[in-house]
């Protein structure tokens, strides 16, 4: 049995998410010379379970080449990606304010797919897993949306916002893992973890 995991994540939520299960973990974060952001480039035309899921693998590639350079004690790692996708279109982070702006006027009034992948790999072989939730937002006026903007709530995050934060008195449905719209589906990455042996 493991006794933690290293968290290949600079994401408070899945930190949180990780204690919430009880699972002791250890951060593996990039170096300042390592370009994570490149990892979650889009290819022109991938559908948005493909890129989310690519993106996993790649992250978890890196992580694994991460942790055999800096010479670490052995322990499985968790790699996770989040996605919000409208129809066929991917909704990334937002790079300024007015791209933000425009994501969450698109998302406002509509139903939307988040879809995070998980990824583990034990030391021997690397598994993955899907999360696909559906979240529908009622018509938000933009004076709310602007005032959320200037929060600076949206930035670093797909879709441009985050459901445990103010903008979730405006969610009207949610279908699927509450957890896994956070970004870290609690239950996949349970049958992960469990599967690589990890104590909780």
Known sequence: MHAFVYLASQSPRRRQLLDQL??????????????????????RGELPADYVQRV?????????????????????????????ALGRRILGKPVDAAHAL????????????????????????????????????????????????????PFGKAGAYAIQSSLAGWIARIAGSYSGIMGLPLYETTQLLRQARVRF
């Not at 009880?22 to 290819?43: C, I, K, N, S, T």
């Not at 790649?58 to 790692?77: C, F, H, I, T, Y």
């Not at 995070?116 to 937002?137: K, M, Y």
Request: proline share 5%; hydrophobic share 45%; aromatic share 2%.
């Open 22 to 43: 009880g699972v002791r973990h250890e951060l593996l974060l990039p170096a300042p010379d390592e370009d994570a952001e490149a990892l979650e480039a889009e290819v």
């Open 56 to 84: 996993t693998r790649n992250k978890l590639v890196a992580a694994r080449e991460r942790l055999k350079a800096r010479g670490l004690p052995a322990a499985p790692v968790l790699c996770s990606d989040t996605t919000v």
């Open 102 to 153: 425009a994501t969450l006027q698109a998302l406002s009034g509509r139903s939307h797919r988040v879809l995070t992948a998980v990824g583990v790999h034990d030391g021997r072989r690397s598994r993955f897993a899907l999360s696909l939730s559906s979240v529908r937002f009622a018509e938000i006026p933009v004076e709310v949306l602007s005032h959320y903007v200037a929060s600076g709530e």
